[in-house]
């Protein structure tokens, strides 16, 4: 055989760099399943069936193609992806590897490994599913004191001119943000429309018993999966979400509302993440729908920063900042993890429904990943590793490389940090940390009606967390913020509180930490 070419669980795109000058007739596909990518963070049951499923639908595609596939199934019960690399390497001797680039630094660095274990070359080629190359994103970020998501996207519309007029952005800005920041207010949202679900094949119903039996205890609800598992059925959800979401989705991109888990988002994101759609072909719906007159421009524009925009700007700073960014904890923060991010038992009204559809369904959107969750963790002053570690879990859509930066940097502010480990003002993911009192959550959503704690207390048994903990998070890292262009107000608003507050404040905030209260 010539070249063994390696395709990973997100990788299911058979136009993908791999198979440059792929020849059937010499060359195989070689996949795997193992169980290390299941459990080296506790990974949620619809995660696993996921990537599972999509693989298998993948294989058998590219098997009715008449190629040649290499397929490991979780039954062999092979543990790493190097053991199960190694292994066929020894079997079917090929002269070579090819792997596009991998979303996962270890897995990179695993596959690299077992190459050179045996010898091999490997043929390690750029992901072009991504609008910018690795290379891009370092020739955007040199040079330049401070990284912002907004320059990047700026400059990526222009670049590949998506929603420009000639040399101006459509409508005259470049951001819409100030239109696209609705609540339901009192009434709730209207009737939210119809989400694109696929009923479970043949195939994907062995995969669920599988992972059922598997990882009985990994969170998860198995018996409502319907996510896209192909190509196809990934269009399809695309068609959808354009025609039926998407000319509200500015409007309704941060509301929340108890109980109603997928509002007006486009539950892309793990499709796109394995691969099974092309940013482009997302990007360009979107705005041949608002060219059509069919979505007003905010709702495209809010929605295309999010993939030509944030998406981008994440793989560039994961890729450029690992494997050091893993570590980075600028806020010193040390706390366990509360016990009820796995269970959802907590009588906090807001976290325990965005607990608990995330655990039950592998999903949330991100207002409840930033504002609900990650702040509650980022208040608390739990170890950013330990809140990264439950985000890959949990989700399934986590890959490294998005859900890294956006846990550690976005959510935590945890990546102020030089190389050399001393603080660096901000990070390149956020300018400031994402704080905010219950009040927040109470006007984006209805939680705080149903919940036996009161946004507007920050002191006394029925005071929200969520405002105790702010306060509490100002005082802590007061000298840190006390000159910061963008929390010196915040940190002043302190001053007025008055001592014996403060400590009760403190005491709260440490009863909170130490697991009672709430
Ligand atoms: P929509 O709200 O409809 O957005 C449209 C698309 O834009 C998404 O499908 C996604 O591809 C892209 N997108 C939106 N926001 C971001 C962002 N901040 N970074 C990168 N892409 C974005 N996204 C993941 O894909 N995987 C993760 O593991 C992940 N972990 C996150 C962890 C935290 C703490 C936070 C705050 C955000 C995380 N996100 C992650 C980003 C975002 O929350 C999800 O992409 C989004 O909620 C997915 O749902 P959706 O497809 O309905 O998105
Ligand atoms: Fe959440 Fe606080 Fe509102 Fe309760 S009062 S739902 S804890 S924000």
Known sequence: MRHLVIVLGDQLDAASSAFDGFDPARDALWMAEVAEESTHVRSSRVRSALFLAAMRHFAAERRADGWTVHYTSLDAGVTTLSDALAADITRLRPAGLVLSAPGDWRVLQALRGAGKAHGLPLDLRDDRHFYATVRDFAAHAKGRKQLRMEYFYREMRQRHRVLMDGDQPCGGQWNFDADNRGSFGADG??????????????????????????????????????????????????????????????RWQDAMWAGEPWLWHAHLSAALNLKLLNPREVVTAAEAAYRAGRVPLASAEGFIRQVLGWREYVRGIYWTQMPGYLDRNALDAHAPLPAFYWTGDTDMACLRDAIGQTLRLGYAHHIQRLMVTGLYALLLGVDPNQVHAWYLAVYVDAVEWVELPNTLGMSQYADGVKADGRPAGAGPMASKPYIATGQYIARMSNHCAGCRYRPDRRTGDDACPFTTLYWDFLARHEARFARHPRMALQVKNLARVPAPERAAIAARADALRRGSGA
Do not use: C, I
């Open 189 to 250: 949202p209207p009737p939210v429309p119809p989400r694109a679900g696929f009923a479970p094949d043949a195939l994907t119903r062995e995969v669920l018993v599988t992972v059922a039996q598997r990882f009985p205890d990994h969170p998860g609800d198995l018996s409502a999966f319907d996510w896209p598992v192909t190509r196809d059925q990934a269009l399809q959800a695309l068609r959808l979400f354009v025609d039926e979401r998407l000319p509200d989705f500015g």
